[in-house]
């Protein structure tokens, strides 16, 4: 595909605090945090507790996490994006695409409203808007969105535009996900889907997040080829006291041992970047929680990040809503 017309691609991600330190970090997590979409309690009840509380005790917590993965180029998910940019930049240079792509994050720099700004400054016809979470969910998509709508509110000047809104079900990504788990995983090996999880009251009000989490992680174990009784599929952390969407990844963890379980392979397909979540949480602490509860052996997959398959269903993506 050949085409004159200038098009604007924007790689959109969750966001990264500016350094390792509790200061950034706290900055990153008022912004994040006081998304409704992340949390809707009422801001006369939830603030107080936000400044007084959760953020300086968290944040202190965070860097010392943030420092253990922190790395030259910055956090993680921001130098992986941006290998994910360059990469994608060129795939649509060689399908002869006038392309130009800029990297948003919902929350944290760079900002939805600097690459909506660079789009319009450099004069696209067009912009597509792409989301990397597979699976939509209003606390992750929908909050992405509102802040494109924010970052187009302020200017005068806007193009045609559209989201890819989700890819869960994509041959390209399921089969991406399939080729790096055949690659890593043993024979022996229970492999455990794991996603981020969102409150059970988003999904009584709407939300089809676990729907979406579903239909990709029965479309990779069908293609697999596993048994019901060498995988399943869990939702990770949880914050506060209500009730999230399960079976909690921890727990499940702390138990899997004790139901003959005993070497695990965990993958998170809903991440595109590996991150904080993952690296930390996922391989690290809930490595130890495993392997503490009688667990032989343990590993993660990593996410897909700029691997040539993955930029490759990126640019395929973006070419499908060019046709």
């Not at 130098?79 to 006038?98: R, W």
């Amino acid at each position: 595909m050949n085409t004159t017309k200038k098009i604007g691609i924007i790689l959109a991600n969750l966001g990264t605090p500016d350094a390792p330190q509790p200061a950034a970090i706290s900055r990153y997590l008022w912004e994040f945090l006081t998304d409704p979409r992340v949390v809707d309690l009422p801001r006369w009840k939830w603030y107080p507790l936000l400044k007084a509380i959760i953020l300086p005790m968290r944040s202190k917590r965070i860097a010392r996490n943030y420092q253990s993965i922190w790395t030259e180029q910055g956090s993680p998910l921001l130098a992986i994006t941006k290998q994910q940019q360059a990469g994608l930049q060129a795939y649509l240079t060689e399908q002869g695409i006038n392309a130009q792509v800029e990297i948003a994050m919902t929350y944290g720099n760079p900002s939805m409203q600097s690459a909506v700004k660079n789009l319009l400054k450099n004069e696209m016809e067009r912009i597509i808007v792409l989301p990397l979470y597979p699976q939509y969910s209003s606390t992750t998509t929908g909050a992405l969105i509102d802040a494109f709508n924010r970052a187009i509110a302020q200017e005068r000047n806007i193009v045609p535009f559209e989201f890819i809104h989700s890819y869960h079900l994509d041959e390209n990504y399921i089969n991406a996900l399939v080729d790096s788990i055949k690659v890593r995983l043993k024979p022996d090996e229970f492999l455990l889907f794991s996603y981020h999880g969102i409150p059970l009251r988003y999904e009584n009000m709407g939300d089809y997040y676990r729907q979406h989490c579903k239909q990709t992680t029965i479309a990779i174990v069908d293609k697999l080829g596993l048994t019901e009784n060498q995988w399943n599929m869990t939702f990770q952390s949880r914050f506060g006291r209500e009730e999230w969407l399960q079976p909690y990844t921890d727990h499940f963890l702390e138990e899997a041992a004790s139901q003959g379980i005993q070497k695990i392979a965990v993958i998170c397909p809903g991440f595109s970047v590996d991150c904080l979540e993952t690296l930390e949480e996922i391989e690290v602490e809930n490595k130890e929680t495993f392997l503490n509860h009688g667990g032989v052996s343990y590993h993660y997959i990593p996410a897909l990040n700029a691997e040539k398959a993955h930029i490759e269903m990126m640019g395929k993506l973006v070419l499908d809503k060019l046709k």
